[in-house]
């Protein structure tokens, strides 16, 4: 009876688990990281920031740090004076806790000038499946829910 009971909640848990959204995890700029001559408005493009995503700036952190500034600091590459994110640490995590623009530049000298420089707009909200792939997570949820109920099909069936 055990099994059957195990098998039903993980029939039930099969069912709902499509439903559970999480937070993304984004390394800027993918495998070059954060340094000189990556392109972060091309590596921020075609992707979508919501609140409760995490950005991850991994770097040399004898060599690049990040500063979160504003706008026309972004424009100017001006570098705050205090560093609002805390220690640099060459893997500083950053959650997004807001919608809106957010700005962020390298403080080493000449870097930001550089190209060490990134903007983003942060949404509210929870991500939408990716229009290219709507028609094939349709089909993946639909079967998903279909191998749930014959779970749950055989499950009662043996119970009973
Ligand atoms: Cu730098």
């Known amino acids: 009876m055990a099994v059957l009971r195990s098998l039903v909640i993980f029939a039930i848990v099969a069912l709902m ?20 001559g990556v ?6 493009q075609n992707k979508q920031f919501f ?14 740090n990040v500063y979160k500034v504003n706008g026309d600091d972004f424009k100017s590459c001006n570098v705050p004076s205090n560093n609002s994110l805390g220690s640099f640490t060459g893997n500083d995590t950053i959650k997004l806790a807001t ?17 060490m ?25 639909n079967f998903h829910i279909f191998l749930g109920m014959i779970f749950v099909t055989v499950a009662i069936v043996m119970v009973s």
Request: with cysteine.
């Open 51 to 64: 609140i409760g995503d995490i950005l991850v700036f991994k770097y040399n952190p004898g060599v690049h």
């Open 39 to 44: 392109k972060y408005d091309e590596w921020a």
């Open 99 to 115: 919608a809106g623009n957010k700005w962020y530049i390298c403080g080493t000298s000449g870097h930001c000038d550089g190209g």
């Open 17 to 36: 688990a499509p439903a559970i959204s999480s937070a993304t995890e984004f390394v800027v700029g993918g495998d070059d990281g954060w340094k000189l």
């Open 117 to 141: 420089k990134l903007k983003i707009a942060v949404l509210d909200g929870a991500a939408p499946a990716p229009a290219p792939s709507a028609a094939s997570a349709l089909v993946a949820t």
